[in-house]
C-alpha cells in the first residue's frame, strides 16, 4: 500500500501551499501549511493553514463562511511546496477579493471584489 509522497515540511514545519481556483486556474491565495493543517485538510476535504502571525492552526472561511473545497492537493518536485487545486465559495481575500492577488505592483486593480469585509469580519482579520 502506498502512503503517498513525504511532505518536507523543513525546520520551521511550514509548507507554502498555493490555493488555485480548480475550475478557472485563477491563483487565489497563498499561504503555510503544517504537518497538522495538512492532514486536517486531507481528512475533511477543506482548506487549513497554518497562521504565522497568531500561531495557530485555522480553516479557510470558519470566520467569513468562504471556504475552500479542496479537489486535489498536488506536491511541487521538492515535496516542499502544496498546490490546493479548490472549488472557493465567495471570496479567497480577507480584503473583500476574489483573489489575494488583485492588484498589480503597480497598484491597479485587476481583480473582483466579491464581498463587504466590514460587513463579514466584525474584528477586521
Not at 491565495?29 to 495557530?56: I, K, N, Q
Not at 479557510?60 to 490546493?84: F, M, P, W
Request: hydrophobic share 30%; aromatic share 10%; glycine share 10%.
Amino acid at each position: 500500500m502506498d502512503d503517498g509522497i513525504a511532505i518536507d515540511f523543513g525546520e520551521d514545519g511550514l509548507v507554502p501551499a498555493v490555493a488555485q481556483d480548480a475550475e478557472t486556474g485563477d491563483v487565489l491565495m497563498l499561504a503555510y501549511v503544517s504537518p497538522e493543517a495538512f492532514e486536517r485538510t486531507r481528512e475533511t476535504g477543506r482548506a487549513h493553514y497554518y497562521s504565522r502571525s497568531r500561531d495557530e492552526l485555522w480553516e479557510k472561511g470558519t470566520t467569513s463562511g468562504h471556504i475552500q473545497n479542496v479537489e486535489e492537493v498536488r506536491v511541487d518536485c521538492d515535496a516542499d511546496t502544496l498546490l490546493y487545486l479548490v472549488d472557493q465559495e465567495g471570496g479567497a481575500c480577507h480584503t473583500g477579493y476574489r483573489s489575494c492577488f488583485y492588484r498589480t505592483v503597480e497598484g491597479e486593480t485587476v481583480g473582483e471584489r466579491v464581498f463587504d469585509p466590514e460587513a463579514v469580519y466584525e474584528s477586521g482579520d
